[in-house]
Protein backbone atom coordinates (compact mmCIF):
# COMPACT_ATOMS: atom_id res chain seq x y z
CA UNK A 1 0.00 0.00 0.00
CA UNK A 2 1.12 3.67 -0.69
CA UNK A 3 0.03 6.55 1.15
CA UNK A 4 -0.06 9.79 -0.45
CA UNK A 5 -0.91 13.26 0.86
CA UNK A 6 -2.87 15.16 -1.15
CA UNK A 7 -1.85 18.85 -0.42
CA UNK A 8 -4.12 21.75 -1.47
CA UNK A 9 -2.27 25.03 -1.08
CA UNK A 10 -3.03 28.11 0.48
CA UNK A 11 -5.83 30.54 -1.25
CA UNK A 12 -5.26 33.41 -3.69
CA UNK A 13 -7.37 36.57 -4.45
CA UNK A 14 -9.06 34.25 -7.32
CA UNK A 15 -10.68 31.70 -4.62
CA UNK A 16 -11.74 34.76 -2.90
CA UNK A 17 -13.57 35.70 -5.99
CA UNK A 18 -14.29 32.63 -7.32
CA UNK A 19 -12.06 32.91 -10.67
CA UNK A 20 -10.70 30.37 -12.39
CA UNK A 21 -6.95 29.61 -12.33
CA UNK A 22 -6.12 27.50 -14.02
CA UNK A 23 -2.52 27.51 -14.56
CA UNK A 24 -1.90 31.53 -14.04
CA UNK A 25 0.80 32.02 -12.07
CA UNK A 26 -1.02 33.81 -8.52
CA UNK A 27 0.51 34.45 -5.34
CA UNK A 28 -0.74 33.51 -1.81
CA UNK A 29 -2.60 36.25 -0.33
CA UNK A 30 -2.59 36.53 3.45
CA UNK A 31 -4.95 33.78 3.93
CA UNK A 32 -2.81 31.67 2.21
CA UNK A 33 0.18 32.33 4.14
CA UNK A 34 -1.21 31.75 7.10
CA UNK A 35 -2.65 28.32 6.28
CA UNK A 36 0.21 27.04 4.76
CA UNK A 37 2.07 27.96 8.44
CA UNK A 38 -0.91 25.32 10.43
CA UNK A 39 -0.20 23.17 7.19
CA UNK A 40 3.24 22.53 8.70
CA UNK A 41 2.03 21.18 12.14
CA UNK A 42 -0.39 18.94 9.89
CA UNK A 43 1.80 17.01 7.89
CA UNK A 44 4.31 16.15 10.51
CA UNK A 45 3.15 13.17 11.71
CA UNK A 46 3.06 11.33 7.89
CA UNK A 47 6.76 10.41 7.80
CA UNK A 48 6.51 11.91 4.14
CA UNK A 49 9.57 11.09 1.88
CA UNK A 50 9.15 13.88 -0.40
CA UNK A 51 6.84 16.21 -1.88
CA UNK A 52 6.05 16.22 -5.52
CA UNK A 53 4.50 19.60 -7.03
CA UNK A 54 4.02 21.07 -10.85
CA UNK A 55 4.11 25.31 -11.54
CA UNK A 56 2.03 27.50 -10.68
CA UNK A 57 2.41 30.67 -8.17
CA UNK A 58 0.68 29.17 -4.97
CA UNK A 59 1.58 25.50 -5.66
CA UNK A 60 5.28 26.13 -5.88
CA UNK A 61 5.20 28.63 -3.08
CA UNK A 62 3.29 26.12 -0.51
CA UNK A 63 6.22 22.84 -1.72
CA UNK A 64 8.61 25.08 -1.45
CA UNK A 65 7.46 26.51 2.04
CA UNK A 66 6.51 23.21 3.39
CA UNK A 67 9.98 21.47 1.57
CA UNK A 68 11.50 23.61 4.07
CA UNK A 69 10.44 23.46 7.54
CA UNK A 70 9.82 19.52 7.22
CA UNK A 71 13.27 19.26 5.94
CA UNK A 72 11.32 17.50 2.71
CA UNK A 73 13.18 17.33 -0.90
CA UNK A 74 10.97 18.86 -3.48
CA UNK A 75 10.56 17.17 -6.98
CA UNK A 76 8.84 19.58 -10.02
CA UNK A 77 6.93 17.28 -12.43
CA UNK A 78 5.32 18.95 -15.89
CA UNK A 79 2.72 16.00 -15.72
CA UNK A 80 1.21 17.73 -12.59
CA UNK A 81 0.73 21.15 -13.58
CA UNK A 82 -3.14 22.44 -13.03
CA UNK A 83 -5.22 21.64 -16.05
CA UNK A 84 -4.63 24.20 -18.31
CA UNK A 85 -8.60 25.95 -18.56
CA UNK A 86 -7.82 28.01 -21.20
CA UNK A 87 -10.27 30.95 -22.02
CA UNK A 88 -12.24 29.91 -18.99
CA UNK A 89 -9.45 31.34 -16.61
CA UNK A 90 -9.80 34.56 -15.36
CA UNK A 91 -13.45 34.11 -15.47
CA UNK A 92 -15.91 33.63 -12.84
CA UNK A 93 -17.28 30.32 -11.93
CA UNK A 94 -20.79 31.90 -12.51
CA UNK A 95 -19.12 34.04 -16.44
CA UNK A 96 -18.51 30.19 -17.66
CA UNK A 97 -21.90 28.75 -16.54
CA UNK A 98 -23.54 31.77 -18.59
CA UNK A 99 -21.55 31.64 -21.48
CA UNK A 100 -20.85 28.13 -21.28
CA UNK A 101 -23.69 26.52 -20.11
CA UNK A 102 -23.29 23.05 -22.04
CA UNK A 103 -20.18 22.90 -21.26
CA UNK A 104 -20.74 23.64 -17.60
CA UNK A 105 -23.26 21.12 -16.94
CA UNK A 106 -21.19 18.20 -18.85
CA UNK A 107 -18.39 19.09 -16.17
CA UNK A 108 -20.49 17.34 -13.58
CA UNK A 109 -22.42 14.56 -15.82
CA UNK A 110 -19.20 13.36 -17.99
CA UNK A 111 -15.98 15.87 -16.82
CA UNK A 112 -13.34 13.30 -18.78
CA UNK A 113 -14.94 14.23 -21.62
CA UNK A 114 -15.12 18.31 -21.09
CA UNK A 115 -12.23 20.43 -22.65
CA UNK A 116 -12.01 24.67 -21.87
CA UNK A 117 -11.97 26.36 -25.24
CA UNK A 118 -8.41 26.66 -25.95
CA UNK A 119 -7.46 24.66 -23.19
CA UNK A 120 -7.13 20.77 -22.17
CA UNK A 121 -9.50 18.27 -21.71
CA UNK A 122 -9.85 16.89 -18.16
CA UNK A 123 -9.30 13.14 -19.76
CA UNK A 124 -5.25 14.61 -21.22
CA UNK A 125 -5.22 15.91 -18.01
CA UNK A 126 -6.30 12.12 -16.32
CA UNK A 127 -3.74 10.68 -18.35
CA UNK A 128 -0.53 12.62 -17.52
CA UNK A 129 -1.75 12.28 -14.25
CA UNK A 130 -1.36 8.53 -14.85
CA UNK A 131 1.93 9.01 -16.23
CA UNK A 132 3.57 10.93 -13.27
CA UNK A 133 2.38 8.40 -10.64
CA UNK A 134 3.14 5.22 -12.01
CA UNK A 135 6.38 4.64 -10.36
CA UNK A 136 5.69 6.57 -6.97
CA UNK A 137 2.67 4.46 -6.22
CA UNK A 138 4.93 1.23 -6.95
CA UNK A 139 7.44 2.12 -4.49
CA UNK A 140 5.05 1.73 -1.13
CA UNK A 141 6.84 5.36 -0.07
CA UNK A 142 4.12 7.80 1.37
CA UNK A 143 4.57 11.06 -0.01
CA UNK A 144 2.80 14.01 -0.88
CA UNK A 145 1.42 16.13 -3.35
CA UNK A 146 0.86 19.97 -3.25
CA UNK A 147 -1.84 20.60 -6.17
CA UNK A 148 -4.53 23.13 -6.60
CA UNK A 149 -7.95 21.69 -8.00
CA UNK A 150 -8.68 20.63 -10.21
CA UNK A 151 -5.73 18.82 -10.32
CA UNK A 152 -6.04 18.17 -6.89
CA UNK A 153 -9.01 16.13 -7.61
CA UNK A 154 -7.37 13.97 -10.78
CA UNK A 155 -5.04 12.78 -8.55
CA UNK A 156 -7.08 11.53 -5.62
CA UNK A 157 -8.82 9.74 -8.41
CA UNK A 158 -5.93 7.96 -9.92
CA UNK A 159 -4.54 6.91 -6.81
CA UNK A 160 -7.83 5.23 -5.45
CA UNK A 161 -8.97 3.78 -8.70
CA UNK A 162 -11.60 5.32 -8.97
CA UNK A 163 -13.90 7.52 -11.68
CA UNK A 164 -13.47 11.11 -11.46
CA UNK A 165 -16.26 13.30 -9.70
CA UNK A 166 -15.57 16.73 -8.89
CA UNK A 167 -17.12 18.23 -5.49
CA UNK A 168 -16.58 22.15 -6.51
CA UNK A 169 -18.74 23.51 -9.56
CA UNK A 170 -16.35 23.08 -12.42
CA UNK A 171 -13.48 21.56 -10.46
CA UNK A 172 -12.54 25.07 -8.50
CA UNK A 173 -11.59 24.48 -5.02
CA UNK A 174 -13.37 22.83 -2.11
CA UNK A 175 -11.04 24.02 0.36
CA UNK A 176 -7.78 25.82 0.13
CA UNK A 177 -5.22 24.92 2.84
CA UNK A 178 -5.78 21.05 3.47
CA UNK A 179 -4.29 17.65 3.12
CA UNK A 180 -6.56 14.33 2.54
CA UNK A 181 -4.41 11.44 2.88
CA UNK A 182 -5.69 8.56 -0.15
CA UNK A 183 -3.99 4.97 -0.40
CA UNK A 184 -3.89 2.78 -3.01
CA UNK A 185 -5.40 0.78 -1.23
CA UNK A 186 -8.56 2.51 -1.23
CA UNK A 187 -8.87 4.91 1.98
CA UNK A 188 -9.57 8.17 2.16
CA UNK A 189 -9.24 10.79 5.40
CA UNK A 190 -8.98 14.10 5.99
CA UNK A 191 -5.53 14.86 7.71
CA UNK A 192 -6.28 18.65 8.20
CA UNK A 193 -8.49 21.34 6.99
CA UNK A 194 -6.98 24.73 8.19
CA UNK A 195 -9.18 26.94 5.91
CA UNK A 196 -12.26 28.18 8.06
CA UNK A 197 -12.66 31.59 6.31
CA UNK A 198 -15.82 32.16 4.13
CA UNK A 199 -15.73 33.25 0.75
CA UNK A 200 -16.49 36.71 1.88
CA UNK A 201 -14.30 36.52 4.86
CA UNK A 202 -11.19 36.22 2.20
CA UNK A 203 -12.28 38.74 0.14
CA UNK A 204 -11.96 41.04 3.37
CA UNK A 205 -8.58 40.06 3.35
CA UNK A 206 -7.95 41.03 0.00
CA UNK A 207 -9.46 44.15 -0.20
CA UNK A 208 -7.58 45.02 2.67
CA UNK A 209 -4.11 43.99 0.61
CA UNK A 210 -4.84 46.65 -1.50
CA UNK A 211 -5.89 49.30 0.62
CA UNK A 212 -2.80 48.93 2.13
CA UNK A 213 -1.19 48.80 -1.39
CA UNK A 214 -3.07 52.28 -2.31
CA UNK A 215 -1.65 54.27 0.90
CA UNK A 216 1.63 53.14 0.19
CA UNK A 217 1.46 54.42 -3.76
CA UNK A 218 1.43 50.98 -5.03
CA UNK A 219 -0.68 50.26 -7.75
CA UNK A 220 -3.11 46.89 -7.76
CA UNK A 221 -4.02 45.15 -11.17
CA UNK A 222 -7.51 44.04 -12.02
CA UNK A 223 -8.25 41.35 -12.75
Known amino acids: MTEVAVIRPGCTDYDAQSRIAGRLDLPLNAAGEAQNAELVDALRGLHLSYLLRGAGGNVAATAEQLGE ?8 T ?7 QGLWEGLTVDDVRRRYPKLARKWHDEPESVCPPDGESVGE ?7 ALAKPLKKGRAFGIVAADPLATLIESVVLGEVVEFDGPLGQPRRCG ?5 STEGTVR ?3 SVSSLSSEELAAVSGTQDADLAENGASTESR
Request: aromatic letters at 0%; one cysteine or more; glycine letters at 0%.
Open 125 to 131: ALERVRR
Open 78 to 84: EDLCNLD
Open 190 to 192: EEA
Open 69 to 76: RLDLPVKV
Open 178 to 182: SVTVV
